[in-house]
């Protein structure tokens, strides 16, 4: 399930009190995803970690005190615990990283999910409980969920990346034009994950955007390879600096944005990414017709010297315009555009 479904189906599920189990490779945006579900459905997010537990934290803290005369001991919940038995107002109850934890901590937690209490305690109707997980094959330390708990949860929901999930999240989130130009010139490199006991990255949504941010910081020329390569792997630096080479040869957006009928579309692909990545952050509602007339040029074989019409960038550029400006969809000339163009756009 790619990651903008997922949300769609939290988004039902967390009110209807679903407990599902979301599982994917590290790095793919499971946590993000359910803090912003909890946001936009106006949740709060109580995390737990059980992988860093003992299986008596899940029963709170153990307390002997006297009553008629004769001790007595029972176990009083602290901390998120305590939050979730008290809560007046939804809540979502997120344990994290779940089959990192050893068997004993799994079986501790099943009272609180399954059974809604803790040890005498009932927790509150308010809460609705999610629980995620990398895989087995991750190498990342997990040695399996116990059955009763995967059996008993709603669905057992598998996490993958999307392309399109991630530009657009990308360009909420001040990820660097280049950077998405170049993922959309290498769709590969945005997840070829190699799990490895050495001290190594390989391509992730979470490493891809951590490389994206140290090209940002303003780091020494001559670091930024060695930086890059450290967040997400030696291919991926490899291929993203030579790519940024070309990314530089790209002809001014300003000039299609004065001229967009008179200048010379590019011809190599890469910079054609690029410049249908980057152009839309030079428009606005008043030059709208900027992006429809090198839309329509895109698609034109004439502009071209292969002969060829380029019309996957006429998707790509509708699709980064939409992202970047997405006012624009509602507006005369993107409908009719859209109406016209409609098989094109929807491939």
């Given at each position: 399930m790619k990651p903008s479904l997922l949300a769609q189906v939290l988004e039902k599920g967390i009110p209807a009190k679903r407990t599902f189990l979301?599982?994917?490779?590290?790095?793919?945006g499971k946590t993000d995803i359910v803090k912003q579900v909890c946001k936009k459905i106006d949740y709060e997010c109580e995390i737990f970690h059980p992988v860093i537990s003992d299986p008596t934290d899940y029963k709170g803290m153990p307390?002997?005190?006297?009553?008629?005369?004769?001790?007595?001991?029972?176990?009083?919940?602290?901390?998120?615990?305590?939050?979730?038995?008290?809560?007046?107002?939804?809540?979502?109850?997120?344990?994290d990283d779940f089959g990192h934890a050893p068997p004993l901590v799994q079986a501790s937690i099943m009272q609180p999910v399954w059974e809604r209490k803790i040890d005498k305690h009932k927790i509150s109707d308010q809460v609705t409980f999610i629980v995620a997980s990398n895989r087995r094959e991750d190498k990342a330390a997990v040695s399996g969920i116990l059955e009763p708990f995967k059996s008993r949860a709603a669905s057992i929901i598998d996490l993958e990346v999307d392309t399109e999930d991630w530009l657009r999240w990308a360009t909420q989130n001040n990820i660097p034009p280049i950077m998405r130009a170049f993922i959309r010139w290498r769709p590969n490199l945005l997840f070829d994950f190699?799990?490895?006991?050495?001290?190594?990255?390989?391509?992730?949504?979470?490493?891809?955007?951590?490389?994206?941010?140290?090209?940002q910081d303003?780091?020494?020329?001559?670091?930024?390879?060695?930086?890059?390569?450290?967040?997400?792997?030696?291919?991926?630096?490899?291929?993203?600096?030579?790519?940024?080479?070309?990314?530089?040869?790209?002809?001014?957006?300003?000039?299609?944005?004065?001229?967009?009928?008179?200048?010379?579309?590019?011809?190599?692909?890469?910079?054609?990414?690029?410049?249908?990545?980057?152009?839309?952050?030079?428009?606005?509602?008043?030059?709208?017709?900027?992006?429809?007339?090198?839309?329509?040029?895109?698609?034109?074989?004439?502009?071209?010297?292969?002969?060829?019409?380029?019309?996957e960038f006429t998707a790509f550029l509708m699709k980064n315009t939409e992202y970047e400006k997405s006012e624009?969809?509602?507006?005369?000339?993107?409908?009719?555009?859209?109406s016209k163009h409609q098989e094109l756009l929807l491939n």
């Open positions: 979301i599982v994917g490779p590290p790095g793919t307390w002997i005190f006297q009553e008629n005369g004769k001790p007595r001991a029972e176990f009083i919940p602290f901390g998120g615990l305590e939050r979730i038995l008290e809560a007046n107002k939804p809540t979502l109850a997120f344990f190699q799990p490895t006991s050495d001290m190594k990255n390989s391509p992730l949504p979470r490493t891809v955007a951590n490389a994206a941010y140290l090209y303003g780091y020494p020329k001559e670091a930024l390879y060695d930086l890059i390569q450290g967040a997400a792997g030696e291919t991926f630096a490899t291929e993203f600096m030579g790519f940024e080479q070309l990314y530089f040869q790209m002809p001014s957006p300003k000039k299609f944005v004065k001229d967009p009928k008179g200048t010379k579309l590019p011809e190599d692909p890469a910079i054609l990414y690029a410049l249908t990545t980057v152009l839309p952050r030079y428009v606005n509602l008043d030059n709208i017709e900027v992006i429809i007339t090198i839309a329509e040029r895109l698609m034109d074989p004439n502009e071209f010297d292969d002969g060829y019409a380029h019309t624009f969809i509602e507006t005369r000339e993107w409908i009719e555009f859209q």
